[in-house]
């Protein structure tokens, strides 16, 4: 395409008058936007005596969690798909012969960086089985970096606590051979 082709349509920089030369109507929005502000529903909540109120608690991408089957066991199959997909890569899995008839494999070991996630959570996207997943706990501390570094047995433990608040989402059936457990979101709500 040439310039001069007739499709092409240029088009011109408005030219600034008097008042946008000195900003006045972009001083006057900043005004406009303070004041709404000011008299606005307050945002700002005391943590941690006060505890922020997420609203979609189930699609929150906090600290993760790997989900347990009905019969208590981890539900991960050690696929690896996660670990493959984490654009972070900060999660570790060593995959052993599994002890159950049901599946070929397990992992042995099953560690979270949780300082070096993003939370972008493609990991959860990617699990077929429905093993690993965000909560909506925000507030992660640690002392020390390898506190941070969630292991198989804290991973579980935050599904433990998180279960009956939290159902674990299944939008699709396992597959075959796994056995059936949790339910389904309230409202069937997409993650995203
Ligand atoms: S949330 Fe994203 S960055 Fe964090 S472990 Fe999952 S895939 Fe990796
Ligand atoms: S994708 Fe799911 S089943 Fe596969 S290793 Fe990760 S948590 Fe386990």
Known sequence: MQP?????????????????KIYLPLFIEGIRTTLRHLVGPKLTVQSPEQRHEIPEPLIYRGLHRLNRDSQGRVQCVACFLCATICPAHCIDIVAAP????????????????????IYCGMCEEACPVQAIELTSLYDLTGKSREEMIFDKEKLLSVYDRTKDSEPIFQSWPLPAGLPEQATARPNDCPKP
């Open 4 to 20: 001069n082709d007739p499709q092409i349509r240029w088009i011109q920089e408005p030219e600034l008058g008097w008042t946008g």
């Open 98 to 117: 599994s002890p159950w008839p049901d599946r070929d494999k397990y992992p042995e070991s099953f560690t979270i960086d949780e300082l070096r996630c």
